[in-house]
Every structure is written in C-alpha cells, then in structure tokens.
C-alpha cells in the first residue's frame, strides 16, 4: 500500500519562509508532486520532482530524496493568498497518483 | 487546448437516492481518468482509475462504480446513496502524457 504522511496545520508570517514537509512508503515509486488547494476548490499543480534534488518555480522550490522517502515544499515571501492546504502526492503502481491528507498553512500579517 | 468539465457543483440527495456525477475531457483523446473524494478537512481518497473504455480499476471497495462509456467521458454512480458517501467529489486526467493530474471544479455533494 502507499502511506503519505505530512503534518496537519502550520502558521507562519507574511513575508517569511516556510518548509512544508512529507515523507512517503510506496512501491513502484515514479514522483512526487505538490498541489495547493484553496478551501472549497479543486487542487491545483504547483510542482513535482522525479530525480533527487531540489526544483524551483519563483517562490515555491520543491526538493526529493527518493533513498529517504522524504520531500519538502519551500515557499518564500510568504504572501496572504498563500494560506491554503498544500497536498502532497505520490505516483506509483504504474499511473496513479496517492494523495496525503494535506498540510493547512495559515498565513499570518 | 485541454479542459475537464465536471458537474453539477452542488448536490444534495436524500439516503437511499441514485447518483450519477458526469465528467468530460475535451481537447485530447485516450486520456487516464481518475475519481478522488475528498472527505471535509482531509485528503483525497482515489476512488477509481480508467486507462480507456470500458477499463475501470477500483481501488476501495465501496457504495459507488464507474463507467467509461465513451473515451473522454467518466461516470461516478451508487444505486443507493449513504450518508458516508457526502463529500467533495473531483475529477482528473492525467495530461498528455501522464505526467501530472489536472482537476474539474468538483462536486460538493451532501447526502442527508
């Protein structure tokens, strides 16, 4: 089976930096992605890493280290319309996507 | 371009009631489909997987199926709905190539 695990709800402050953790178990590992998704929206695609190393898009850097089943997401600059939750998923067992319960980030002024 | 419809966005059905949500995909064919619910306050729950017509995996055993019918359009459906089965419906495909899912708008359904 796919266990997803990162934590339920952060807060940090507008301006800031913050790392957004997940640790994965899965078999037929082929990715990690993240979305963001907004309360009573649909999740939308913010990054994904297949190769260990770190990936960045503007403000949001992603990082995977397959060996160590372990992923972070990284915002910068930490903006209001940044509160969201923040989902991590796996691709595996050949196509699909597992999602974990989502990280709520609370951005504060 | 590529667009995923999904409706209606809001549903309220008594227990006991049929479901059908519709999903259709437009600007692509043969596209991997995907269901997800995602329960208040949690994650999303893959529900079921379609790599073509006819070809649904399940992935928990529940109150709900699919069908494919046609090669951009999937169908969640329960003969009986449950009050467990409220939540937020979403449908996805997986891009061009599979490399990433792409999500409707979702349904927010309420069964009371």
């Known amino acids: 089976g796919q266990n997803i695990d990162q934590p339920t709800e952060m807060t940090a402050t507008e301006g800031a930096i913050v790392q957004i953790n997940c640790t994965y178990q899965?078999?037929?590992?082929?990715?990690l992605f993240w979305y963001q998704q907004h309360a009573g929206e649909a999740p939308t695609f913010l990054s994904y890493?297949?190769?260990?190393g770190l990936e960045e898009k503007g403000r949001f850097s992603s990082f995977l280290s397959r060996s160590k089943g372990y992923s972070y997401l990284l915002l910068k600059e930490l903006q209001m319309k940044d509160s969201a939750s923040y989902l991590c998923a796996v691709k595996a067992d050949f196509n699909k996507f597992y999602f974990g319960s989502g990280t709520k980030l609370n951005v504060k002024p | 371009s590529q667009t995923i419809h999904q409706w209606p966005a809001t549903l309220v059905q008594p227990v006991g009631s049929p479901l059908s949500l519709e999903c259709t995909v437009e600007?692509?064919?043969?596209?991997?489909l995907y269901w997800y619910r995602q329960a208040a306050g949690r994650g999303l729950q893959l529900l079921f997987y379609s790599v073509g017509i006819g070809q649904i995996s399940s992935e928990v055993p529940q109150n709900l199926s699919a069908s494919r019918p046609q090669d951009r359009q999937f169908i969640l459906s329960s003969k009986k709905l449950l009050l467990s089965d409220s939540g937020f419906y979403l449908c996805?495909?997986?891009?061009?190539?599979?490399?990433?899912?792409?999500f409707g708008s979702g349904t927010q359904l309420s069964v009371l």
């Open positions: 899965t078999s037929g590992f082929n990715g």
């Open positions: 600007g692509t064919s043969n596209p991997n």
């Open positions: 890493n297949v190769l260990d």
């Open positions: 996805a495909w997986g891009g061009t190539d599979n490399e990433k899912l792409f």
